[in-house]
Each structure stands twice: as structure tokens, then as C-alpha cells.
């Protein structure tokens, strides 16, 4: 009866702790979608008023036409979309490629492959950010998708994340599907690909988060509004509406809204992942 109080308590303890740790996180979330149908003044009000008095919708309004109501936002959010889900498609196929060539297939060399894979994740963006940038201006391609999107086309930890997942696969599919006669290409997409959906949906939401945040980059190839993404688009924007908190607030949760989505339609493979992987390291 004791022990059982005990593992009550202790249960009620890690509920309240999860409970806390759920409300910190969701606030900042929660601050955003009131304050974006807010008037600046609400917003600035201490203490601040979670519920609003009024609807205002013009805020989503201010943020969809811009400062100039040219309606750029909606040129520059396609952008981050093209280019977030070209590098999300390219680097789930070309790390899981090469994840599984180095897991199933023995050859010489293949650790010192993997480790000089690996050694690139040592380096940061800012180091190579300049000589990439160089390459970009001598293949004419700045201000342009493709210059966008080359330099993230693969992922060094997409690469190790596949390569990791695929080392637990068992190697009896791939015999028998050998033994059957199917080749090498046949079984990567039939067998291998279909069944390493867990990894595929967390790699796919890394990748395209990634992109769908990036700043720096755009900032250096995007010259012209229409080729701009659209954290170029909220910075710009934020800059000049300083006083009009309500409609950047609203930017911000339009922008945020694709993100949500890709993340809600994958979450029952990304929570499953999670699952497959401490029941295998188990």
C-alpha cells in the first residue's frame, strides 16, 4: 500500500512537471495567434489580456498585401515552399541512397567514406558560406531556384540518420529478394524505401524546416523581392511596420501555418520512429 501511495505520488509529481514544461512551451505559440488579431495597444498592455476584446482581422490583411500592397507575400512564401520541399525531396532520396549503400554493401574503404561524411558536420555553414556564395556568382545562378537549393541538395546527418536506421534492417529481406532475382535498384524502392517510412518522415520535416527557416543564405543569393523567402519577407516587414506589432504578429502565423501542417500529416510516423528505434535498441 505504501510503495503503491509512493508510485501515486511520484506519478502526480511527473505530471505536474510534463503539464508546466507543456504550458512554457505552447505559450510563445499561444502569444503569437491572440496578439495577430490585436491592436498594437492590446498587445503592449501589461498585464496582458489573452483574450481579446475584438477581432482584428485587418492585421492579416496588412500582412498578406505588405508594406507597399504589392502582395509579395505570396510570391515570397511559394519560394520558401518550392525551394523547402525540392531540398526535403532531394535529400530524403539521395541520403537514403547513400545510407543504405553504406549499411548493406561491404567494401573497402567504407568507413573512411562514412567518416569523412560524417566530418563535414564539423564545419559550420559560415565557414563555407563565402566560397559557396563565389561558385554561386561564377555559375551565374544567384537570384535564381537553383542557386537556392544546390547547396542543401544533401545532408551529411540525413546521411548518417538513414545510414543508422538501415544498419538494423534485417539482411534476410534483401537475400530472399536477391535469391528471387530482383536487382539491387528493385529492392532499395520495393523493400527497403517502403518500410523506413519512421526515418523518411522525420528526415522530410528536418529538412524542409530547415529551409523553411533559412535566412542567411537567400540573404546573399535573393536580390530582387520576387526571388526573396519569406524570413526575408517577415524581417523586411518588421523592419518597417515597427509600430504595427498586430500585423506582424499576423505575418508571422501565416508563415508559420505550412510548417504546422507538414508537421501534423507526419507526426504518426515521426512518433513512430521513435518507437521502432528504442524497440530495436532494446
Not at 555559375?139 to 538501415?166: D, E, T
Request: aromatic share 12%; glycine share 4%; charged share 15%.
Amino acid at each position: 500500500m505504501q510503495i503503491q501511495k509512493k508510485i501515486t505520488l511520484s506519478r502526480v509529481v511527473i505530471d505536474i512537471v510534463l503539464l508546466g514544461m507543456l504550458i512554457f512551451t505552447l505559450m510563445p505559440i499561444m502569444f503569437m495567434i491572440t496578439a495577430s488579431v490585436m491592436t498594437s495597444r492590446e498587445i503592449l498592455q501589461m498585464p496582458y489580456r489573452w483574450i481579446p476584446k475584438e477581432f482584428n482581422w485587418v492585421n492579416f490583411a496588412k500582412a498578406i498585401q505588405g508594406n507597399d500592397k504589392t502582395y509579395v507575400f505570396v510570391r515570397n512564401i511559394t519560394n520558401s515552399l518550392i525551394i523547402s520541399i525540392a531540398v526535403a525531396i532531394t535529400t530524403v532520396l539521395i541520403a537514403s541512397l547513400t545510407g543504405y549503400g553504406l549499411a548493406k554493401f561491404k567494401f573497402r574503404g567504407r568507413n573512411t567514406v562514412f567518416m569523412m561524411i560524417m566530418a563535414t558536420m564539423m564545419i559550420p555553414f559560415e565557414a563555407i558560406m563565402i566560397p559557396l556564395y563565389m561558385v554561386v556568382m561564377k555559375l551565374h545562378i544567384q537570384n535564381s531556384y537553383i542557386g537556392l537549393i544546390l547547396p542543401f541538395l544533401v545532408s551529411a546527418f540525413g546521411v548518417f540518420q538513414m545510414k543508422q536506421y538501415l544498419t538494423t534492417f534485417p539482411t534476410e529481406f534483401l537475400d530472399a529478394s536477391r535469391v528471387d532475382g530482383m536487382g539491387e535498384l528493385g529492392i532499395f524502392w520495393k523493400i527497403v524505401f517502403p518500410n523506413c517510412k519512421p526515418v523518411i518522415a522525420t528526415l522530410a520535416i528536418l529538412s524542409f524546416r530547415s529551409q523553411w527557416d533559412n535566412l542567411l543564405w537567400p540573404l546573399l543569393v535573393s536580390q530582387s523581392d520576387n526571388m526573396k523567402t519569406i524570413p526575408q519577407y517577415i524581417s523586411t516587414f518588421a523592419q518597417e511596420r515597427s509600430t504595427d506589432e498586430g500585423a506582424m504578429m499576423a505575418a508571422a502565423l501565416v508563415a508559420s501555418i505550412p510548417m504546422f501542417i507538414l508537421f501534423m500529416s507526419l507526426t504518426k510516423y515521426f512518433i513512430g520512429g521513435s518507437a521502432v528505434y528504442e524497440s530495436r535498441k532494446g
